[in-house]
């Protein structure tokens, strides 16, 4: 049909009378050369055809390849519908893959090169729709545009997929915790919040919006918090070790240690800010003053609470000491030697309570606790290792499974 062209160019320069309709196809990327390997410009119905067939079959979803089926049906109907009777012709017109001023420069040489050979008195332009707005300019400065045909290709099936997809999705919004809690926990959360505010609104006249602002900034926040540092899964893991023995065994040493240190700490604070003789009635407002109370309010405090701080402490280490040897974890020996050296920090903080209430005690006493619980920690770490070396059956390896004893059978079987 290629060679036909010139012949029919020919018979349209004697025909003046009739109208020249080029419909031209434009391919700005070159999918038809790049991917079905068909040399542009293509000219004529059947040449458009069958490249058309060939992009197909590289790329079943090229939108290209309706557009030049398009650009057939547009001049099929043209001939078939106008009984004056025309002269039309398909091309197919390609950019390149590079986009840019070279797509611009290469589609304007196959256009000129069509021109040349059907010499068209109008121009229909059929495209997907991508860059219109950069084609239309490059064409209509050589040849009127009478029309532009955008194909937009249809998949119905799409349409089936999307609702399918939609609705799980919204099956695992409503069913999947890890969902739910974002999807629906959080909105519920405010809900409930917002009618609590205006339940109380009735009863009690205040701003329910600017409360219901700042409560709703707060649980919004932590929220975005805990997500963020990952708390709500330390937070969930806690709660689920809580249902073992060994869990709460360490949780209820954890809150009985913490609250006898805040009980300790309350206390020697109270006791020593009403002693007239540590902190003067009424307080200074020199700066200096306060730099030289400080110490020695300091060391009050500390001398107070330590003892209680130090059996809170030492409360919660031997908790979790307790649910590690349920568990038969080997951590066990390790919490024990931190649970001694806890013990005989007593000694050191007691020591440096007594040099902030009075500077000119001699540092002797302090180094010299200091020197014991540095040997506490040294003996009593070798002590707990060979302890677990010796009773290494009933405790589990770092892997989960209990030790017997044999040390390269153990790695031996870890290996396989």
């Not at 390790?334 to 000694?347: G, L, N």
Request: aromatic share 6%; with cysteine; net charge neutral.
């Amino acid at each position: 049909m290629g060679r036909a062209m010139p012949a029919q160019g020919e018979q349209g320069l004697k025909e003046g009378d009739k109208e020249r309709i080029l419909i031209v196809c434009v391919d700005r990327d070159n999918d038809v050369g790049r991917k079905a390997g068909v040399k542009t410009p293509i000219i004529g119905k059947e040449e458009n055809i069958d490249a058309a067939l060939k992009l197909l079959l590289a790329d079943p979803e090229e939108a290209d390849a309706n557009a030049m089926f398009e650009a057939v049906r547009i001049c099929n109907n043209l001939e078939r519908d106008i009984s004056d009777g025309i002269i039309c012709q398909v091309a197919t017109i390609a950019g390149s893959e590079l986009g840019g001023i070279a797509s611009d420069r290469k589609l304007i040489s196959e256009l000129n090169e069509v021109l040349k050979k059907f010499n068209p008195s109008s121009l229909i332009l059929v495209t997907d729709g991508f860059s219109d707005e950069d084609i239309i300019p490059l064409i209509q400065s050589r040849i009127p545009i009478s029309s532009v045909r955008r194909i937009v290709v249809k998949h119905s099936e799409t349409i089936e997929e999307t609702a399918a997809l939609f609705s799980r999705y919204l099956k695992k919004i409503l069913e999947e915790p890890r969902y739910s809690r974002v999807f629906l926990g959080l909105p519920g959360i405010l809900l409930v919040m917002l009618g609590i505010l205006s339940f109380l609104a009735i009863f009690i006249r205040y701003d329910i919006g600017t409360w219901a602002w700042i409560i709703g900034l707060v649980i919004v926040g932590s929220y975005l918090i805990g997500k963020g540092y990952g708390l709500d899964k330390k937070l969930s893991a806690t709660l689920s070790k809580l249902s073992s023995p060994p869990g709460l065994v360490i949780a209820s040493s954890l809150i009985f240690g913490l609250l006898l240190i805040f009980v300790g700490v309350y206390q020697a604070t109270s006791q020593v800010l009403s002693s007239p003789e540590i902190l003067p009635r009424p307080p200074p407002t020199d700066p200096n003053a306060w730099l030289n109370i400080m110490p020695k309010l300091l060391g009050a405090i500390i001398s107070t609470s330590i003892t209680i701080i130090i059996i809170g402490a030492s409360i919660i280490f031997f908790g979790r000491g307790l649910g590690l040897l349920l568990e038969h974890d080997p951590r066990f020996w390790r919490t024990i030697v931190f649970t001694a050296v806890c013990a005989w920090s007593w000694k050191i903080f007691n020591e440096i309570a007594r040099i902030l209430i009075d500077p000119t005690i001699p540092l002797d006493s302090l180094i010299a606790s200091i020197v014991v619980g540095i040997i506490i920690a040294a003996v009593s770490t070798p002590i707990a290792h060979i302890l677990s070396k010796k009773y290494g059956g009933f405790f589990k390896e770092e892997g989960g499974a209990k030790s017997d004893g044999k040390g390269e059978e153990s790695k031996e079987i870890s290996k396989r």
